[in-house]
């Protein structure tokens, strides 16, 4: 394990040190994938490849959509972006750290302090109001701040003051989301990963999610990377990739 790593904290910012040629243009670039493939040996003895090659770039401070249908490879994608697997040729380098020079104590602090999980089966705790599900995500990243102070500023961020007494089970599926996001976006992260965010929700809630995003983006200047099947929310992204049985698509 690299020993500038401690066992509490583990930061990066896009310039970070991987030695791109332009400084400006890697300070810019929060996440970069090269080369991306990832195998799967079937039941049959075949291998299947979810991804064939991808070469991407993620800005800092951007909403990154990652466009394509059930099956096309971008939830693959999106999992070895945000180490939680790992790719069979490639590499990621994320915040100036190539996630193959990594040890996994080094990627479970990188996921921990500086990433933010957010998913289309919500996952909120059943038996914890909004507010104590929030605050459980701060407690598992160790968050050093104010965290009363924290839990109601995002809460107020994402319009939810109003019912962070509130369980799951009185509160709609949108709702529910919102919820979910203020707990991705609690402790800080740098980047926030979103699997189908909208996929359960109908046209509004989805939309609300969205515009949601954007404002965590301009407010709080997170870098989101999420996915989605839904070609009515494409306008909504900064960056859009649209991929197609693991390839990204030129349109």
Same mark, same amino acid.
Request: charged residues 25%; proline residues 3%.
């Given at each position: 394990m690299?020993d @500038?790593? @401690?066992?509490?904290?583990?930061?990066?910012?896009?310039?970070?040190?991987a030695?791109a040629?332009?400084?400006?243009?890697?300070?810019?670039?929060?996440?970069?994938?090269?080369g991306?493939?990832?195998?799967?040996?079937?039941?049959?003895?075949?291998?299947?490849?979810?991804?064939?090659?991808?070469?991407?770039?993620?800005?800092?401070?951007?909403?990154?959509?990652?466009?394509?249908?059930?099956?096309?490879?971008?939830?693959?994608?999106?999992?070895?972006?945000?180490?939680?697997?790992?790719?069979?040729?490639?590499?990621v380098?994320?915040?100036?750290?190539?996630?193959g020079?990594? @040890?996994?104590?080094?990627k479970?602090?990188?996921?921990?302090y500086?990433?933010?999980?957010?998913?289309?089966?919500?996952?909120?705790?059943?038996?914890?109001n909004?507010?104590?599900?929030?605050?459980?995500?701060?407690?598992?990243?160790?968050?050093?701040?104010?965290?009363?102070?924290?839990?109601?500023?995002?809460?107020?961020?994402?319009?939810?003051?109003?019912?962070?007494?509130?369980?799951? @089970?009185?509160?709609?599926?949108?709702?529910q989301?919102?919820?979910?996001?203020?707990?991705?976006?609690?402790?800080k992260?740098?980047?926030?990963?979103?699997?189908?965010?909208?996929?359960?929700?109908?046209?509004?809630?989805?939309l609300?999610?969205?515009?949601?995003?954007?404002?965590?983006?301009?407010?709080?200047?997170?870098?989101?990377?999420?996915?989605?099947?839904?070609?009515?929310?494409?306008?909504?992204?900064?960056?859009?990739?649209?991929?197609?049985?693991?390839?990204?698509v030129e349109?």
């Open positions: 690299n @500038n790593v @401690n066992d509490t904290e583990y930061i990066f910012d896009p310039a970070g040190d030695g040629d332009n400084e400006a243009e890697q300070a810019s670039v929060m996440i970069e994938a090269q991306i493939k990832r195998c799967f040996r079937l039941g049959s003895g075949e291998d299947f490849y979810a991804l064939k090659g991808i070469d991407i770039k993620v800005p800092a401070g951007k909403l990154t959509i990652l466009k394509g249908r059930s099956g096309s490879g971008k939830t693959t994608l999106l999992n070895i972006l945000s180490a939680l697997d790992e790719p069979t040729e490639g590499e380098i994320v915040g100036g750290h190539v996630y020079d990594m @040890n996994e104590k080094e479970e602090l990188l996921r921990r500086n990433i933010g999980f957010v998913f289309q089966s919500v996952a909120l705790i059943p038996i914890m909004a507010y104590e599900n929030v605050d459980f995500g701060l407690r598992l990243a160790e968050y050093k701040g104010n965290r009363d102070a924290r839990i109601r500023e995002v809460l107020d961020l994402v319009g939810l003051s109003s019912r962070m007494t509130h369980y799951p @089970n009185q509160m709609s599926g949108g709702e989301q919102r919820v979910a996001i203020a707990r991705a976006v609690a402790h992260p740098k980047v926030i990963f979103a699997d189908e965010p909208t996929g359960a929700l109908d046209t509004a809630s989805g609300a999610v969205m515009k949601l995003f954007q404002e965590l983006v301009y407010k709080e200047g997170i870098t989101i990377v999420m996915t989605t099947h839904d070609p009515k929310l494409m306008e909504l992204g900064d960056v859009v990739y649209e991929i197609e049985d693991g390839e990204i349109r």
